[in-house]
């Protein structure tokens, strides 16, 4: 299950609203039981789902379902990014539509559909997005809310199909705290060996399942939490890079501005420079 996001809505609102403008980090894995679609208006990125990969690019959307597990990998064109990520939490959508409770979200839609009046819904909180009124944008923004739960449902949807227990979800239930624990952790020295015999674990059991679930090494995505947390103290604080780098965990400030730069293609002096001019 990996790490578990709580999504609480804002403002008595049924549904949680981000609009991503240049501000983007790479997205680990994790999972919540809201209904998640993400619409890229521009820009391009990887998304994982439940182990396959979809590639999301401009004017395109993706919808995931209640308790899938999904994360965002090779965001492309960062500071060029515009996005809309709408999260509906399970019991207001079945709220809405009681039926909803036999249903599921096609993640891979169909290329001889024709999307364009969700596209247009979507673009359309990214554009209410810059009213002032704060009243009259919460109203606007329900209003296309509840128009594209309608064409949701018409059009994106499928007769859920129960799912057996599988020695995916046991793994997945392995290293569910293996996930959180570095999650609380991250600032401090952690190694494949501290980790292992914090969960008694050898280390090749451990390094072995946790490739496979995730695709990538114990210590490659500890530092990715790290990079996810470091660029938030980047995009939010006027903090140094060396005492960002040290507060995320890592070895030193080169480590850091290394691996910000394989991810993001620049250094994080350049992406922070650039934001202050946008």
């Known amino acids: 299950m990996f790490k578990h996001e709580i999504v609480t809505t804002k403002e008595g609102l049924p ?13 680990t894995k994790h999972w919540h039981n809201s209904i998640e679609i993400d619409y890229t208006f521009k820009g391009d990125a990887d ?9 999301v690019s401009d004017n395109e959307f993706i919808l995931i379902n209640s308790g899938e597990v999904h994360g965002v990998e090779n965001i492309k064109r960062v500071m060029e990014r515009r996005s809309v990520v709408l999260l509906i939490p399970y019991e207001n959508i079945c709220n809405l539509y009681p039926d909803f409770e036999n249903l599921d979200f096609k993640v891979n839609l169909a290329a001889d559909e024709d999307y ?3 596209k247009q819904l979507l673009q359309g909180f990214f554009e209410s997005s810059a009213e002032l009124d704060t009243n009259l944008r919460k109203i606007k923004q329900l209003g296309i809310f509840y128009m594209l739960v309608e064409k949701l449902i018409e059009k994106c949807t499928k007769k859920k199909i129960k799912k057996k227990p599988s020695k995916y979800r046991s793994n997945q239930n392995e290293i569910k705290k293996i996930i959180e624990y570095m999650d609380c952790h991250y600032q401090e020295k952690l190694t494949l060996d501290i980790i292992s015999k914090k969960f008694s674990f050898s280390k090749g059991y451990l390094a072995k399942v946790f490739k496979n679930e995730m695709g990538v090494g114990v210590i490659q995505y500890l530092q990715i939490i790290r990079l996810q947390n470091a660029f938030n103290e980047l995009s939010n604080s006027n903090k140094s890079i060396t005492i960002i780098a040290d507060s995320c965990g890592f070895a030193n400030p080169s480590s850091f501005q290394k691996l910000f730069k394989q991810t993001y293609g620049m250094s994080p002096n350049v992406y922070r420079k650039k934001i202050k001019v946008q």
């Open 116 to 118: 364009t009046d969700i």
């Open 15 to 27: 549904y949680w609203l981000y609009i991503n403008k240049g501000n983007v980090v790479q997205i």
């Open 47 to 55: 998304y994982i789902v439940s182990g396959k990969r979809y590639h």
